[in-house]
């Protein structure tokens, strides 16, 4: 869900993004919640945009990754949601959302993918996290370990090739 980086601006003490947090996460300022994902709601919009604050929005790649991880209550995908929300947000700030992501075990082997499909979407930055293993559900096989790492490498080297050309991925 969208999570607000204070640290966006300087000087990020300010009296007004502190209370715009405290308006954001405690008085029902909320943009996005886990019933709704991706729903920003016109004033906290407006007060992103006012303030300059960066936003993060968990996505977790291409549709059929991201609907099974992030599903509804009811029990439907949230990707065309976040999209649309991502779109609403840039529309109003100018501004392009950080992507962050969590891959089960088996999504490990499509890190490279996830990542090119988040940066085609846009997304200023692409943060991606394996799940903990918080239970058995979670432990990883040594083939999906191998998987994630390659997956990591096969990006680090696109990094390198891009940094001595001169360019940023």
């Given at each position: 869900?969208?999570?607000?980086?204070i640290g966006?601006?300087?000087?990020?003490?300010?009296?007004?993004v502190i209370?715009?947090?405290?308006w954001?996460?405690?008085?029902?300022?909320?943009f996005?919640?886990?019933?709704?994902?991706?729903?920003?709601?016109?004033?906290?919009?407006?007060?992103?945009?006012a303030?300059?604050?960066?936003?993060?929005?968990?996505i977790d790649?291409?549709?059929?990754?991201?609907?099974?991880?992030?599903?509804?209550?009811?029990?439907?995908?949230?990707?065309a949601?976040?999209?649309?929300?991502?779109?609403?947000?840039v529309?109003?700030?100018?501004?392009?959302?950080?992507?962050?992501?969590t891959?089960?075990?088996?999504?490990?082997?499509?890190?490279?993918?996830?990542?090119?499909?988040?940066?085609?979407?846009g997304?200023v930055?692409?943060?991606?996290?394996?799940?903990?293993?918080?239970?058995?559900?979670?432990?990883?096989t040594?083939a999906?370990?191998?998987?994630?790492?390659?997956g990591?490498?096969?990006?680090?080297r696109?990094?390198?090739?891009?940094?001595?050309?001169g360019?940023?991925?």
């Open positions: 869900f969208p999570a607000t980086l966006s601006g300087e000087p990020w003490k300010t009296v007004d209370k715009g947090f405290h954001l996460t405690y008085e029902g300022g909320k996005s919640t886990s019933r709704r994902r991706g729903i920003f709601t016109d004033a906290a919009l407006d007060f992103i945009a303030h300059d604050i960066g936003v993060s929005v968990s790649g291409p549709p059929d990754l991201h609907d099974t991880n992030r599903r509804f209550a009811g029990g439907g995908g949230s990707y949601n976040v999209v649309a929300g991502v779109a609403r947000l529309a109003c700030t100018g501004r392009a959302p950080a992507a962050r992501v891959l089960t075990p088996p999504q490990w082997s499509r890190v490279p993918e996830v990542f090119d499909h988040l940066a085609a979407l997304f930055e692409v943060g991606i996290a394996p799940t903990s293993p918080v239970s058995a559900d979670f432990l990883p040594p999906q370990d191998e998987a994630l790492i390659a990591f490498a096969a990006l680090a696109r990094f390198v090739d891009a940094a001595a050309q360019r940023v991925l």
